[in-house]
C-alpha cells in the first residue's frame, strides 16, 4: 500500500531539495540568457572569426550530453586547471552553458526571421548596429522567441535533476537519500514526480498559448 507518511514525515528534506531545484533554474536561466544573447549576436557578426567560434560554442555544448558536460567540469576540470571547483559551481557553470548554446540558437533563428528591410531601412536613416538591433530588430525578434525560449527553460527545470549525479541536494538528491532509509522508492519518487507536475504542466500550457498567439501574430 502507499504509504503518505513516508512523504509527510521527510517533507523537509523535499522542501529543501524543491528550492535548491528552483535555485539553479532560475540562476541558470539568466545566466544562460546573457551567454546565448553573448553567443546569438556574434554568430551575427559580419566578422568571420567570430561567427566561427560562437558556431564552435553551440555546436560543442549541444552536442555533449549535459551529464557529461556537468561530470567533467566536477571531476576533469579541477585536474586540467589545477583549481578547485566546488559541485554548486560545477553545476552552475554546465548547466549555464549548456542551456546558453540553446539560448544563442533561439536568438539567432529569431533575429534572423525579421524581414531584411527593417535593417535596410534602419540603416537608410543612419542608425548603427548597436541602434538596430536595440530599437528595430530585437523588438521585433524578440516576441517571435519567447515560445522557444519558455520551452526551453521549462526543460531547463528538468534538467536540473542532473545535479544530483554530482551530489548537489536538489529534489531528486533528496528524494534518492530518503528511499535510502525509508525502503519507499514507490512512494517518494511518485511525490517527486507530482511535484514536476504541478510546477511544469501550468508552464507548458502557458508555453504552447504563448506559441499559437505567436503564431496568430504572423
Not at 33 to 51: A, E, W
Not at 186 to 212: C, D
Amino acid at each position: 500500500m502507499f504509504d503518505y507518511t513516508v512523504i509527510t514525515n521527510n517533507i523537509g528534506l523535499l522542501w529543501q531539495g524543491l528550492l535548491m531545484t528552483l535555485y539553479f533554474t532560475v540562476i541558470t536561466i539568466a545566466a544562460g540568457m546573457l551567454i546565448g544573447l553573448f553567443v546569438g549576436l556574434i554568430q551575427l557578426s559580419t566578422f568571420k572569426p567570430l561567427v566561427i567560434l560562437g558556431q564552435i560554442y553551440v555546436e560543442f555544448f549541444r552536442n555533449i550530453p549535459l551529464l557529461v558536460t556537468l561530470l567533467w567540469v566536477y571531476y576533469a576540470f579541477p585536474i586540467f586547471a589545477g583549481i578547485n571547483v566546488t559541485k554548486f559551481w560545477a553545476g552552475f557553470i554546465g548547466l549555464s552553458c549548456y542551456v546558453g548554446s540553446f539560448y544563442a540558437e533561439i536568438l539567432r533563428a529569431g533575429v534572423q526571421s525579421v524581414d531584411p528591410g527593417q535593417t535596410d531601412a534602419a540603416t537608410a536613416i543612419g542608425m548603427s548596429y548597436g541602434q538596430r538591433m536595440r530599437r528595430i530588430i530585437l523588438p521585433q525578434a524578440f516576441r517571435k522567441m519567447i515560445p522557444p525560449l519558455a520551452g526551453q527553460s521549462i526543460i531547463q527545470m528538468k534538467n536540473t535533476t542532473l545535479l544530483s549525479m554530482i551530489t548537489v541536494p536538489d529534489l531528486l538528491y533528496q528524494a534518492s537519500y530518503i528511499s535510502s532509509f525509508t525502503y519507499r522508492p514507490m512512494e517518494v519518487y511518485t511525490a517527486v514526480g507530482v511535484i514536476f507536475l504541478i510546477i511544469l504542466v501550468p508552464l507548458t500550457l502557458l508555453s504552447r498559448k504563448l506559441e499559437k498567439s505567436g503564431a496568430s501574430v504572423k
